[in-house]
């Protein structure tokens, strides 16, 4: 069985301020892809990224990056130098396989940038 | 632009009733899903299909029935909606033919059964 565990159920900073997001994930394949979801207020998913269970390198991308490391079973998100418009609930995610079939949520971290 | 559309974004209900939500994606793609959303329960999978006709059953499919009669188009039904089915309700779709990374999701519809 699969699971994803995001502890912080909600997180506020401060305009400007970094924050990472944690989640750990427990699965027994040996090839599986993790992934973050980004949902604002208007409700609709945002895919953000996806990291394959063979490529621990960090990736970053403008004011985001993402942390692997499969010794932990952890896939933390940082945001350096928050914005108002980061304020949403993030969503990581874990599937088997190709990546792309069905997904096992975490419960979602809800993060609320102050201005 | 890409684009899964759900019927409804709020729909209101009353206990008993035979419940329709629609999905439609336009693109193409082979893999459909269904999700509810809950507040501390992040989203649960309920259903999802790979090809017309078929489904499988996800996490939480009691309750549930689904339809996939076009590739376009999977639909989820609710028999008899009952108060603990209110909730937010994902579809989302996906391919593994066309190399595509995510699943992409619709706006959602918010279900309320009275």
């Known amino acids: 069985a699969q699971k994803v565990t995001q502890a912080q159920t909600e997180i506020s900073v401060v305009e400007k301020e970094d924050v990472t997001l944690d989640c750990v994930y427990e699965?027994?394949?040996?090839?599986?892809?993790l992934f973050w979801y980004k949902q604002p207020p208007s409700g609709e998913l945002v895919f953000l990224i996806r990291?394959?269970?063979?490529?621990?390198q960090n990736e970053i991308s403008g004011r985001y990056s993402w942390n692997f490391q499969k010794s932990t079973s952890s896939f933390n998100f940082t945001i350096t130098a928050s914005q108002v418009v980061d304020s949403a609930v993030y969503f990581c995610?874990?599937?088997?396989?190709?990546?792309?079939?069905?997904?096992?949520f975490g419960t979602g971290t809800r993060l609320t940038i102050i201005p | 632009d890409v684009k899964v559309t759900q019927s409804s974004r709020y729909l209101v209900k009353r206990t008993g009733e035979k419940v329709f939500l629609e999905c439609v994606q336009d693109?193409?793609?082979?893999?459909m899903f269904w999700y509810r959303q809950d507040p501390g329960l992040g989203l649960r999978l309920i259903y999802f299909?790979?090809?017309?006709?078929?489904?499988e059953k996800g996490d939480i499919p009691e309750g549930y029935s689904v339809s996939r009669e076009k590739k376009e188009r999977f639909s989820l039904i609710l028999e008899s909606a009952s108060t603990n089915q209110t909730s937010m309700y994902l579809c989302?779709?996906?391919?593994?033919?066309?190399?595509?990374?995510?699943?992409?999701f619709g706006p959602g519809t918010r279900l309320t059964v009275l």
């Open positions: 995610a874990l599937s088997p396989n190709f990546g792309n079939e069905k997904l096992t």
């Open positions: 990291r394959n269970s063979f490529d621990e």
């Open positions: 989302a779709s996906s391919s593994l033919l066309a190399g595509v990374e995510e699943q992409f």
């Open positions: 693109m193409d793609h082979e893999n």
């Open positions: 299909s790979y090809d017309v006709k078929m489904k």
């Open positions: 699965t027994r394949d040996t090839t599986y892809y």
